[in-house]
């Protein structure tokens, strides 16, 4: 990892020259599409089926076989293209067709690395950096400026394109046989079906006819990387010594020490002997810095838990999730961030800068569990949509947006359960039924949206999709189980492991018994309802979303089984839905507020929080008693306790 990092930073020598690129015709998508993109077209357009996050993937990534090099550079390329929508008034029926024809087609950049070697199926990293709405039905050109790393090729995707295009060929035969052309409907086998639907069937597509790229534009020079590192252009042996101990105090977070330094130098000079350049020889020492233990693990200067450096270190960990920056590690040479007002200071700029973002999802992660949001993903056949609206992605994203206005906003803690509000894009806004409030033509971007009092099961953390999700287990829902989730999560009791001797209870919603009505005999039995008289009741109140978030009122299709959501706590106190629940919850929100400042201090200290540390924060929470515990203040406390400083 040292290695290839230092060889990004120094991967060119000189200002790259802009240069031009233009593919047309002979565009090799896939190998199962070749003989029916060869026959319909002879493979003059590249053709986009799939969304990109299809498990069997057929047309979702339209990458450029000719440009198996990828971009010489990093930086920023122009990259215009030619396409056009097609066939969004397919007669095809919903069974055959997974694929929202009322939304404008979107066509999205997904770069792909070309040293995979793999550039029709999904990649470990593959960012969108780019998207536009595809209209009109005619060709016209749409251009895009993308950030692209040396080696990578941008890649066309269709973001809200079908689901399963291969399982679309056998159901359009299935299902909508007398609708296809006389000509082919006798087809036979998968193989030359998907070529006669190719050739002669209005199969919804965007299709691209030409692309253009031309770059690195915009681009600096010295660029960045060189800059910080040669100071300039660059570097002479003169300032070898320098930079070296510039780039040793940012690595190692504390002042470099003489000894530490004359070692480092010592190494460059071995390079040197052994007949290396001054800059091979200082990017080879670069490489030993970034591989030291100083480096790779939290090293308090002195081994003093009490030192300024570990101070500044662990506020930058906690609140961004990196190294501190040049303003926090000069506060601790100088020995002035041990001072209350200052470290209350850096605590807020830190808090409000973009850094803090890293932050916000790293926290989430931990506390909600969702970094196991992809650990037991919703069925593809039952919950397609989940796949083609990307809502993982979206869902966590909602969540992040959504701490992060009540972080800004330094609101009551009991809000981030009781707020009315969220933040969508428009595939979030369907999934919520919200759809009229968000237009089309800004599909992907996400704004605030108040939900009224129709949806008061909807705002806060309790009716987003990412906790609907990570409660579930994929294919259905269970009240047990988010019933444990909420008390482990958001009111920080985790409830012991059933006896042995007492049988798992699984949920048969075809026959005439509803899981209250298995659970309520389960709860008959004194051991059971110590535990399931707490989990069940808010179990119920979440079993109004199905597994990926979408309101429902039956268990089943046929609209047989009914779900209640209604319950009781175990102190007498009753609710009919969540919306009510929430409420309840935040009357009594200190049991939230304590939780949320015990994850919290987790992340602060990485560490448990236990019965040792309940004075800390009961002390951090007793002056925020009267405002509700803001979110804000309960992370300053954190940070001004003698418990994170020491």
Request: charged share 25%; glycine share 6%.
């Amino acid at each position: 990892a040292a290695e290839q990092s230092i060889n990004r930073a120094f991967e060119i020598s000189q200002r790259p020259a802009e240069q031009t690129w233009q593919f047309a015709g002979n565009f090799f998508q896939q190998a199962e599409l070749s003989t029916g993109h060869r026959e319909a077209f002879e493979n003059r357009y590249l053709c986009l089926y799939d969304h990109p996050f299809n498990d069997k993937i057929e047309g979702g990534y339209g990458p450029l076989s000719n440009f198996m090099e990828g971009v010489p550079y990093t930086g920023v390329y122009e990259v215009r293209v030619l396409a056009k929508n097609m066939h969004q008034d397919s007669p095809y029926s919903p069974r055959a067709m997974k694929i929202d024809l009322e939304e404008p087609f979107r066509l999205g950049i997904r770069p792909g690395d070309t040293k995979i070697e793999d550039m029709v199926h999904r990649q470990p990293v593959q960012p969108l950096v780019a998207e536009q709405l595809i209209v009109g039905g005619e060709f016209r050109w749409y251009e895009f400026e993308v950030q692209l790393d040396r080696g990578f090729a941008p890649r066309f995707t269709f973001e809200n394109g079908h689901h399963d295009f291969r399982g679309m060929v056998g159901r359009l035969y299935r299902y909508d046989k007398e609708k296809l052309p006389e000509k082919i409907r006798d087809a036979k086998g998968i193989f030359d079906q998907r070529i006669a639907l190719i050739k002669h069937a209005q199969i919804p597509q965007i299709r691209i006819s030409e692309v253009q790229i031309r770059g690195p534009i915009h681009y600096g020079w010295p660029n960045r990387s060189r800059a910080l590192l040669y100071g300039g252009e660059s570097l002479s042996e003169k300032e070898v010594p320098n930079r070296i101990l510039e780039f040793a105090r940012r690595s190692f977070r504390r002042t470099v020490e003489p000894r530490d330094l004359d070692s480092l130098i010592k190494f460059w000079q071995a390079r040197r002997t052994q007949g290396q350049s001054v800059e091979k020889a200082f990017q080879d020492t670069l490489k030993y810095i970034l591989c030291s233990p100083e480096f790779l693990y939290f090293q308090p200067s002195e081994s003093s838990l009490e030192s300024d450096f570990a101070l500044a270190e662990r506020l930058a960990y906690f609140l961004t999730s990196t190294m501190p920056d040049e303003q926090l590690a000069q506060l601790a040479a100088t020995g002035e961030l041990r001072n209350d007002s200052i470290l209350l200071s850096e605590t807020r700029r830190l808090l409000t800068s973009n850094a803090s973002n890293a932050f916000i999802a790293d926290f989430l992660d931990s506390w909600l569990e969702l970094r196991s949001l992809g650990n037991t993903p919703p069925d593809e056949s039952e919950f397609w949509f989940y796949y083609a609206a990307n809502l993982e992605a979206d869902s966590t994203k909602e969540t992040q947006l959504f701490f992060r206005d009540m972080l800004d906003q330094n609101r009551p803690a009991g809000e981030l359960l009781s707020a009315k509000h969220s933040f969508l894009n428009r595939d979030l806004a369907k999934l919520y039924g919200v759809a009229d409030q968000f237009p089309v033509t800004h599909a992907h971007e996400f704004r605030r949206i108040e939900f009224d009092a129709s949806l008061s099961i909807r705002g806060g953390l309790l009716g987003q999709s990412s906790v609907h999700t990570i409660s579930a287990n994929g294919v259905d829902t269970s009240p047990v189980v988010r019933g444990v989730w909420m008390l482990e999560n958001i009111l920080g009791m985790p409830t012991p492991p059933p006896p042995d001797n007492v049988p798992a209870i699984d949920p048969d919603v075809r026959g005439a018994k509803s899981i209250r009505d298995l659970l309520a005999l389960h709860r008959e039995s004194d051991t059971c309802n110590q535990c399931h008289r707490k989990i069940d009741p808010l179990g119920f109140a979440l079993e109004a979303f199905d597994a990926i978030g979408r309101e429902r009122k039956f268990y089943d299709t046929q609209r047989e089984v009914s779900i209640d959501t209604s319950g009781e706590l175990p102190d007498g106190e009753r609710f009919a839905d969540l919306g009510e629940l929430k409420q309840l919850l935040t009357r009594q929100q200190e049991f939230f507020a304590r939780n949320l400042t015990a994850k919290l201090l987790n992340h602060a200290l990485g560490r448990r929080t236990g019965p040792g540390d309940r004075a800390t924060i009961d002390a951090i929470l007793k002056p925020l008693e009267t405002d509700g515990y803001p979110l804000t203040s309960l992370i300053e406390g954190i940070v001004q306790s003698d418990l994170f400083r020491k």
